[in-house]
């Protein structure tokens, strides 16, 4: 049975562990070497160059003084933040300092370029995007990365080559170890979704099912975000994966307490530092500014649809719950 939001009191980490790690996702830049229809032309067009590694450097050893205590996990986007001569180096560093890492790529880098990256990093998502990737490199990159690290794979679920989409979904979970997600697209990345046919509606909501439960795992990861749990006020748990919010219009939070700012936070691409992408709670400062304060306590959220699947995956509760 479909349930609706209003059902719900509550959205908490499936497991324990995902809320031990602070993750710090940052958005390095806007230079990109794809130009997908769907992406907002300000997420590519290259007006954005890299920061200073040593700007970038002295923030992330701030951020682990800060969180002493918790685990780090340090998670970057772009653009495309392979693209970047001293991304390697960024990574390697925080990786001496004890701090996890990963990232999001379309996969395009050469296989020589992942195969050095390799001892730099923990987990990879590789967004698939149907419009620019070459099917046969993508897979053969995730081919080279799945036996030693976490891999994640995002098919970017575009309306005009849907099918072509799924097929090519088919051919990931053959991979044993590769986390798989089929990508409703938001328009602008805002808060509207593009119009998909019923049809295409039930292949996105039956992924679970059809797709991400046929994976075969045959090690263990450390995971740093998963599914959210959705708490009744009866208590009932219903899981699911942030994009199933998004697909179901199950991600109207308005008037919840978020531990956006508190779980997570976000560097945007002037290093300005942010709760959420949502833009809850505004700009809190800079990496730069010496007298950043980061937050300690959740927001109310005062928006009336959370579309950015890392926003999804931090505590809510209702507090007119019970
Ligand atoms: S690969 Fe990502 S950043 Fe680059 S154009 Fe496509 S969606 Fe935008
Ligand atoms: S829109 Fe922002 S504040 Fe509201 S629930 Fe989503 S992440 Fe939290």
Known sequence: MMRYMADYVRIEHEFPEYASYVVINWCLSNICNYACSYCPDELHNRSRQWLPLEEIK??????????????????FTGGEVTLWRDFIPLCSHLKSLGAEV??????????????????????????????????GHFLDVVKLLHRDRRVHVNVMMKPETFDYCVEFARKVIELENVSIALQPLVIDFQDRLYVYTDAQKAVLAGQQENFSSKVRYTRQFTTYRGSMAAITRKGERNVFPAHHFIATGMNNWFGWDCYIGVEQIVVDMLGNIKRGWCDVGGVIGNILDPKLMLPVVPIRCNKTMCHCNFDIMATKIDQQGP
């Open 58 to 75: 002295g923030f992330c050893e701030r951020a682990i003084r800060h969180y002493e205590g918790k685990k780090l996990y340090f998670e």
């Open 102 to 135: 990963g990232f999001i790529s379309n996969g395009s880098r050469a296989l020589d370029w992942w195969a050095s990256a390799i001892p730099h990093f923990d987990q990879v998502c590789l967004s698939f995007h149907s419009e620019l990737a070459k099917p």
